[in-house]
């Protein structure tokens, strides 16, 4: 039987990747961890409490409803990040406004504590998705600078799928490992060292319902896809689709359109993270015109158009 190495023994092991580390990196990740074994214990039985499925009754940032599920993770991530005291401020989708936590540490995290979350009530699978940066402001509290760094200066970037078995994916920059939940122990294991993404794949995932607004380009790009006989897959959560992506090759593309030019998903919790995971992975990330990480945000909840996975395929959309 092959050796089990545990989430927690890599993180160590790599931290000599980090000459000087301090270890809060490692322990960050490790709140991550811990976070992820207890949402993916109530994504998995949500069907069984009542209480924990459907709407909040209440709105985020982007005037999207929120799941009840979405706040439970939302405010555990935050609980987590707020005891463990590496990080000094966040930004999350669910939150207007950096949540602060005035402990003095190195690092600001963003993300998408639970993406996909309409899914939730259809059994189907969700994720999260998180960045980490250094701080460069150096005042008392965190600023919105902190924040708006381009996804180029991320120091780890990585997502959690709850989906037929829970996995965390995640880089800091040298190369990207999979976990693989055992539910049986509550363990994270190794499931996939060094991920790689084929450089080119049979998928491509796009919503074809907004095909009438797309651009030529794209359109053009949607029936070449045809005329070769891919598959079409598109589960309608961005975790999901990428993460097949990734293992298979395949393309996921969000355009922009006439009426929402920035498309819909968001640059810095969503489309920078699975742009280092994408690029770490040999694949690549643009807005259809530039690289996803080379962008400077201008706003905390900035939506970005998304070409996201294989490299030649990423390229044939862009130059569609
Ligand atoms: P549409 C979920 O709301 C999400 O942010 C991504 O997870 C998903 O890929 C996309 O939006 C689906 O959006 O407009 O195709 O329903």
């Known amino acids: 039987m092959a050796d089990i190495k545990t989430l927690s023994e890599f993180i160590v092991e790599r931290q000599a990747d980090f000459p000087g580390a301090s270890g809060d990196l490692s322990q960050l990740l490790t709140a991550f961890r811990l976070a992820a074994k207890i949402v993916s214990r109530e994504a998995n039985k949500a069907g069984l409490m009542a209480d924990i499925l459907g709407a909040q009754g209440t709105e985020n940032v982007q005037g999207e409803q929120q799941q009840k599920l979405d706040v439970y993770a939302n405010d555990l991530f935050i609980r987590m990040m707020r005891t463990q005291g590496a990080v000094c401020a966040v930004a999350s989708e669910e939150n207007d406004d950096i949540v602060h936590f005035d402990n003095g540490g190195k690092y600001v995290v963003t993300m998408d504590p639970l993406d996909g979350s309409s899914n939730i009530d259809v059994n189907v699978s969700i994720g999260t998705i998180f960045s980490i940066y250094k701080r460069i402001s150096t005042g008392a509290k965190a600023t919105l600078e902190d924040f708006l760094q381009?996804?180029?200066?991320?120091?780890?970037?990585?997502?959690?799928?709850?989906?037929?078995?829970?996995?965390l994916v995640y880089t800091t920059g040298h190369g990207v490992n999979g976990f693989t939940l055992d539910p049986s122990i509550g363990t994270f294991c190794l499931s996939h060292p060094g991920m790689t993404t084929p450089p080119e794949g049979k998928i491509y995932s796009?919503?074809?319902?907004?095909?009438?607004?797309?651009s030529d380009g794209v359109r053009n790009y949607i029936d070449d896809c045809?005329?070769?006989?891919?598959?079409?897959?598109?589960?309608?959560?961005?975790?999901?689709?990428?993460?097949?992506?990734?293992?298979?090759?395949?393309?996921?593309?969000y355009p922009g359109t006439a009426k929402s030019p920035n498309g819909k998903l968001r640059l810095l919790y969503e489309a920078n993270p699975l742009a280092m995971i994408?690029?770490?992975?040999?694949?690549?990330?643009?807005?259809?015109?530039?690289?996803?990480?080379?962008?400077?945000?201008?706003?905390?909840?900035?939506?970005?158009?998304?070409?996201?996975?294989?490299?030649?395929?990423?390229?044939?959309?862009?130059?569609?």
Do not use: W
């Open 150 to 167: 381009p996804g180029s200066e991320q120091v780890a970037a990585g997502y959690i799928v709850y989906g037929s078995s829970t996995m």
């Open 206 to 214: 796009i919503n074809e319902g907004n095909f009438y607004d797309f």
């Open 226 to 253: 045809k005329k070769q006989k891919m598959s079409a897959r598109y589960i309608g959560s961005l975790v999901a689709d990428f993460h097949r992506n990734l293992l298979k090759g395949g393309v996921y593309l």
């Open 278 to 320: 994408a690029e770490q992975a040999g694949g690549s990330a643009t807005n259809g015109s530039m690289r996803i990480m080379d962008m400077k945000p201008t706003e905390l909840h900035q939506r970005c158009p998304l070409f996201i996975g294989s490299k030649a395929m990423v390229e044939k959309a862009m130059k569609a």
